[in-house]
T-cell receptor, first 113, second 113 residues
Framework: AQSVTQPDIHITVSEGASLELRCNYSYGATPYLFWYVQSPGQGLQLLLKYFSGDTLVQGIKGFEAEFKRSQSSFNLRKPSVHWSDAAEYFCALMRGGRRALTFGSGTRLQVQP | NAGVTQTPKFQVLKTGQSMTLQCAQDMNHNSMYWYRQDPGMGLRLIYYSASEGTTDKGEVPNGYNVSRLNKREFSLRLESAAPSQTSVYFC????????????FGSGTQLSVL
């Protein structure tokens, strides 16, 4: 069975600092990988996705993620965090041939002024 | 653009009561999904409908039923609500095919007393 692990439940960074959110997955083949963001009281919004090809993918709002097969990881990064980035971030995996996503438990990001 | 609309936004039930959560999308998407979100557990798939006329179980289908009424609407029914079903429920849709972006509704907060 596939699974997604986000080791950090809560992260606090200062505005302007860099950010890296960790995501590890377990799946026998190369999965489709996603990062979603959820602002308070809202549904989820797609930040970026990886299907194949270039292992560094660019997303919206200045986010990027790097797929590392050897580490089974898909970490999300941003060079300079803005106060509006405070939200909960979810990594997700989709098996090839399936439409349904498996989500990690999420990482809540707090941004200090 | 309405996108994915869920009703109601909030609901309180007593144990044993039944209710239906409604979801409609106006994007002509083929696939629709119901997820529940619980603290520390991320989102878990309850049921999904890959296309009109089909439904499939997700990770946590027990205690729920679904109906894909037409291409636009996908409802989730709790026949006999239990406190363990207290959660935030999200409906989502996607165009078609594997790996397509999910569009989420804003959620229904359900409490079962």
């Amino acid at each position: 069975a596939q699974s997604v692990t986000q080791p950090d439940i809560h992260i606090t960074v200062s505005e302007g600092a860099s950010l890296e959110l960790r995501c590890n997955y377990s799946y026998g083949a190369t999965p489709y990988l996603f990062w979603y963001v959820q602002s308070p009281g809202q549904g989820l919004q797609l930040l970026l996705k990886y299907f194949s090809g270039d292992t560094l993918v660019q997303g919206i709002k200045g986010f990027e993620a790097e797929f590392k097969r050897s580490q089974s990881s898909f970490n999300l990064r941003k060079p300079s965090v803005h106060w509006s980035d405070a939200a909960e971030y979810f990594c997700a995996l989709m098996r090839g041939g399936r439409r349904a996503l498996t989500f990690g438990s999420g990482t809540r990001l707090q941004v200090q002024p | 653009n309405a996108g994915v609309t869920q009703t109601p936004k909030f609901q309180v039930l007593k144990t044993g009561q039944s209710m239906t959560l409604q979801c409609a999308q106006d994007m002509n998407h083929n696939s629709m999904y119901w997820y529940r979100q619980d603290p520390g557990m991320g989102l878990r798939l309850i049921y999904y409908s890959a296309s009109e006329g089909t439904t499939d179980k997700g990770e946590v289908p027990n205690g729920y039923n679904v109906s894909r009424l037409n291409k636009r609407e996908f409802s989730l029914r709790l026949e006999s609500a239990a406190p363990s079903q207290t959660s935030v429920y999200f409906c989502a849709s996607s165009p078609t095919g594997v790996g397509e972006k999910l569009f989420f509704g804003s959620g229904t907060q359900l409490s079962v007393l």
